[in-house]
């Protein structure tokens, strides 16, 4: 079983949480669109973007579009980003975001952002 939700991601409907938690119990797949979007940013990631997120991306010499694709993989293994593109480049570097590994600290302070709705 598979459950399509339009927008869930770093900052994005964190009342979901429980919901794809729930999802993973249940061994259904979660696929989120615009897991590089934050909240407000529907239209594309082009707001200014959290220190939060630049100084994880930075740490890891990643992009901040990278570790919100990171993150949301890091919610468990029947999630299942489709951050889209039309770019070969920024195809490379979404799947390059699959083999970022945040640690627990990262993971919590971006939990923090997730659940501040303003991100």
């Known amino acids: 079983m ?5 927008m869930y991601g770093i ?6 949480d ?3 938690r ?5 061994g259904i797949a979660f696929v989120p669109f615009y897991a590089i979007a934050a909240a407000g940013r529907e239209t594309g990631a082009t707001a200014p973007e959290s220190e939060e997120v630049l100084a994880v991306a930075a740490a890891h010499g990643a992009t901040p579009a990278q570790v919100r ?3 949301t993989l ?3 293994p ?3 980003a489709i951050p889209g593109t039309g ?3 920024h195809l490379t570097a979404n799947v390059a975001a699959g083999a970022l590994r945040l640690t627990p600290e990262e993971l919590a302070l971006l939990d923090r952002v997730h659940r501040n709705t303003g991100a």
């Open 78 to 80: 029947h999630l299942l």
């Open 2 to 6: 598979v459950c399509v939700q339009n």
């Open 69 to 71: 694709i990171a993150w």
């Open 18 to 20: 429980e919901f794809v």
């Open 87 to 89: 770019d070969p480049a």
């Open 11 to 16: 900052g994005v409907r964190p009342e979901y």
């Open 22 to 26: 729930h999802c993973g119990e249940q």
């Open 74 to 76: 890091h919610q468990g």
